[in-house]
């Protein structure tokens, strides 16, 4: 992986955190092979370890609902909304409308969020790994792809692509209210009920952000940018961008 590309990465990895919806829309049994292919069963057990957490997770409505508005947020189209949350009986129905409240689609997800499908898909998935039932095939052709060095070239292959993600990342911009609703979603994520959300206060470079227990004990304050990243990390990227420009306009 070159500079740029991991720069890219690094920018990519920092804004999604935000969202809490970065894991539910991209974990996949893909992950599990790249786990074994660069550490082996240790490493993909531990991944398995980690599925397994998010797969029993169960939340309420209401944090269906600010899980779903972040997910839409992330997604950058201010046309559209969450209308209505609904339980079922394998998880909630949520229907996304436009602004005129035009429908869009109607969304199945599991009780822990996910896409139903998804979720139906990676229980299989998750039962075949833990009982063992790993094709011969299935591991002869993970065994190719990690000697010929695949997961790199596939990297490589999209670097353009990455590069150009990174940088709308950087560029992006969010709302105080759309940094409330991020970091609610960030807050219901890591599980901790003690914890809420302060005070959302705009500032020169950003945004500051205040965490707290139930009883408004303070416990940290966040200095985010613009686009929702750790400010230090933002500036961090920056230099790095700008540095790769000025080197590559140099030569």
């Known amino acids: 992986m070159n500079r740029k590309t991991s720069i890219a990465f690094i920018a ?56 779903s508005e972040a997910k839409l947020i992330m997604q950058g189209n201010p046309n559209v909304r969450v209308d209505e949350v609904k339980p ?26 996910m896409p139903l499908e998804r979720y139906q898909a990676m229980e299989k998935r998750m039962e075949k790994y833990q009982n063992g039932e790993r094709s011969e095939r299935h591991a002869n052709r993970s065994e ?10 596939g990297i490589r292959g999209h670097k353009g692509k990455r590069g150009q993600a990174g940088h709308k990342v950087m560029e992006r911009e969010f709302t105080a209210d759309q940094i409330e609703t991020l970091t609610k979603a960030k807050l219901i994520m890591r599980g901790n009920e003690n914890l809420k959300l302060g ?17 408004d004990s303070l416990v940290e304050e966040q200095q985010l940018a613009k686009n929702g990243m750790p400010v230090e990390k933002f500036e961090r990227l920056q230099k790095r961008i700008e540095a790769r420009k000025a080197k590559a306009s140099s030569q």
């Open 12 to 67: 990519a990895g920092l804004i999604t955190t935000t969202s809490a919806f970065a894991w539910y829309g991209e974990a996949s049994d893909s992950e599990v092979r790249e786990h074994r292919m660069k550490g082996g069963r240790h490493h993909a057990g531990m991944m398995m370890s980690r599925l397994s957490g998010h797969m029993d997770k169960e939340f309420t409505a209401d944090q269906v609902r600010t899980l």
């Open 88 to 113: 079922t009986d394998t998880g909630y129905s949520v229907t996304i409308v436009t602004q005129d409240n035009s429908l869009v689609e109607e969304l199945q997800l599991a009780k822990n969020a």
């Open 144 to 153: 190719r792809k990690a000697k010929a060095g695949h997961s790199s070239k």
């Open 199 to 215: 005070k959302v206060t705009s500032t020169e470079n950003g945004y500051s952000v205040t965490i707290v227990t139930q009883d």
